[in-house]
């Protein structure tokens, strides 16, 4: 089993996310985390599918949750820890500059210049 490969989930939706280049980060079921690195397709190593503590403290879900791209994976760079952030409050932030984003860009190309909006992520929950 490799240790640096870790299932995320937000929203029903997980991701495998390689942390070789942040082994720091402490990783605890049900803690919130933000990660920034780059997508990778995904070398199938050892991914245990058991938990990582023998009795799990969230019940596991009766339908299995969506796959992210299975084949695809996020090698972390920058990674932290962001339990007691407001989700609700970080999802309309998140919306309300999607939208600016694409204003500019509209803009932009209304100018004749094409401006690339920079891709944002939500956190996703161990």
Do not use: W
């Amino acid at each position: 089993m490799d240790r640096n490969l870790v299932r995320v989930e937000h929203k029903g939706v997980q991701l495998v996310v390689d942390r070789e280049l942040v082994p720091e980060l402490q990783v605890q079921r049900g803690s919130l985390f933000q990660f920034i690195g780059e997508v990778t397709q995904f070398q199938a190593r050892a991914l245990s599918r058991s938990p990582p503590h023998p009795t799990p403290p969230h019940p596991i879900p009766a339908h299995p949750p969506r796959c992210l791209q299975p084949q695809l994976q996020l090698r972390a760079r920058v990674a932290r820890i962001v339990d007691g952030l407001d989700l609700e409050l970080y999802d309309e932030a998140l919306q309300v500059r999607r939208a600016f984003e694409e204003e500019m860009a509209a803009a932009a190309a209304a100018a004749g210049g094409a401006a690339a909006a920079p891709d944002t992520a939500a956190p996703m929950q161990q």
